[in-house]
């Protein structure tokens, strides 16, 4: 085990079965649908009323606003109402609770943490910090979301949370987001319906029909309104024209924006899977503070999406933490997982580290933070407890001695620790340090979870000479770990 100090913090995040959002609960079958509603027309409106006080005394208290996620799903299911006389807003609202279920969004684990410095550190102590913590939440049916936690590292070093509130609400979705032209034809022509064929040779296709006459910057209602000319003057309908709109609108599908209400603690954002690409998890998010060259500032987090068959790597930008805006990566090497941008450009370029086989970690370079290709192999398993894989555990840190990236190494018997290695400042593909023993591993009760014998984490964060590394254990749960900076650094340049 490395000799290197650290210090354990009282700081251990549980999942709380009790932080719970209401999602539609409405079967496949249409036929089901209409039964449902078929029964609930079928009562008086004194026994409507009846029904609908009984689900507000067991659930209207856990909730900010119940009725309006109630109307909500009662719209999604309206054009199976048999009836055509008007409906009284309590029987709405109890046919909208038909079709309702609670999900217990960290029921399973809260694990997988990164950490950045919050945006607003007003009113900060002197040589304090103010951070944001995100976390991957788990609940029924192994579906992941993104929670959030706001906390206080004190000028000694001392870690604190804010108080977690119970209520937890999912964004507005933006019904309007906007798209770069550019971006979306590039990702069109990775997906094959592009403009170009397999040699790069520029062609007509339905796309182009499509993408043609869209500004270069354009609306989903533009998109829309182009889709359904195409579709027109199209009639009937051809195959490849079909699939190709088809695919047209999952782009537009994955690539939105959200909101949340400026009222809203950190604690109680959720950012839940929206797009068909990530029905089945929003996974991992590595996220970073990003500061231009002329010194604006956004925070930036790579994510996995998965939909129960394939992953895609995915972007989100935030200024605030409460307008985010999801973007598709583009390029040849958006694959695999545990990508982690660098904070900051290097000799005018943006950096990011990848891991494109599953085995070794890389890097690689690009004009912008949304297309990236030509990765470079820069540290391949070495020790046996990193012999398996490698990867990262969130965006490198910057220090005076070079680039500290955080990495992760699974060996015998699938268990996970975390080590360290040191790149060149201005040459990163240079590796001057590295750790020969885990810099943490699993012991005692961290080894017991869903997924035995894991540390891991997705990002850290340095204050003053400390490095914060907050962690996941077995999958289940979070802890936070502290490291004096000199020692791990002499130890970096000691082993390389």
């Known amino acids: 085990m490395n000799s290197i100090n650290l210090r354990r913090h009282e700081v251990t995040l549980l999942p709380d079965s009790s932080r719970v959002i209401i999602r539609p609960f409405i079967p496949a079958d249409p036929h089901r649908i209409t039964t449902i509603v078929g029964r609930a027309l079928a009562l008086t409106e004194e026994e409507v009323d009846q029904e609908l006080q009984s689900v507000w005394r067991e659930f209207d208290s856990r909730h900010f606003d119940i009725e309006s996620l109630l109307l909500s799903h ?28 609670e999900y217990a969004l960290e029921s399973a684990a809260i694990f ?72 979306f034809i590039i990702k069109l022509e990775e997906m094959g319906f592009g403009e170009k064929n397999e040699k790069g040779e520029r ?185 398996v894989k490698i990867g990262n555990c969130g965006s490198p840190i910057e220090t005076e001695e070079g680039w500290l990236v955080i990495t992760h190494g699974v060996g015998p018997m699938r268990k996970y620790c975390i080590g360290a290695a040191l790149l060149d400042l201005h040459d990163p593909t240079r590796v001057i340090g590295r750790l020969r023993e885990p810099l943490l591993s699993p012991v005692g009760a961290e080894r017991e979870g869903y997924v035995p014998n894991v540390v891991y984490s997705c990002g850290s964060l340095l204050h003053g000479r400390e490095l914060i590394v907050p962690f996941a254990v077995s999958d289940r749960a979070s802890a936070v770990v502290s490291i004096p900076l000199d020692h791990l650094i002499a130890s970096l340049k000691g082993f390389s």
């Open 74 to 101: 009662y719209s999604k299911v309206k054009t199976h109402i048999f009836t055509q006389r008007p409906l009284s807003r309590a029987r709405e609202l109890l046919i909208g609770a038909l079709f309702s279920g």
């Open 112 to 183: 997988n943490p990164s950490i950045v410095p919050h945006p607003d550190q007003s009113g900060v102590p002197s040589n304090g910090l103010r951070f944001i913590m995100s976390l991957r939440a788990t609940g029924e049916g192994h579906i992941s979301s993104i929670e959030f936690r706001s906390g206080m590292v004190a000028g000694d070093g001392c870690i604190t949370l804010d108080p977690v509130s119970r209520f937890v609400t999912v964004p507005e979705i933006l019904p309007n987001p906007s798209y770069d032209k550019k971006r």
């Open 203 to 387: 062609r007509e296709s339905h796309a182009s029909s499509v993408m043609g006459k869209l500004a270069e910057s354009f609306t989903r209602n533009d998109l829309n309104s182009r889709v359904d000319d195409v579709r027109r003057q199209n009639q009937p309908p051809i195959l490849d024209l079909d699939r190709t709109l088809e695919c047209i609108q999952w782009l537009a599908d994955s690539n939105y924006e959200i909101r949340f209400s400026d009222k809203l603690a950190m604690s109680e954002r959720i950012i839940f899977p929206v797009s068909s690409s990530e029905s089945s998890g929003i996974e991992d998010a590595r996220f970073v503070r990003f500061v231009e060259d002329d010194g604006v500032v956004m925070y930036y987090a790579t994510y996995t999406a998965y939909n129960g068959r394939s992953i895609l790597p995915q972007l989100i930008e935030t200024g605030d933490f409460l307008h985010f805006r999801i973007l598709t990566l583009n390029g040849s090497a958006v694959q695999n997982k545990g990508m982690a941008l660098f904070p900051r450009r290097i000799n005018g370029r943006y950096a990011m580290l990848s891991r494109q086989d599953d085995e070794n970690l890389f890097i690689m370079f690009s004009d912008s933070p949304h297309y990236w290709s030509d990765p470079i192999v820069i540290l391949r398993p070495s020790e046996m407890w990193e012999s």
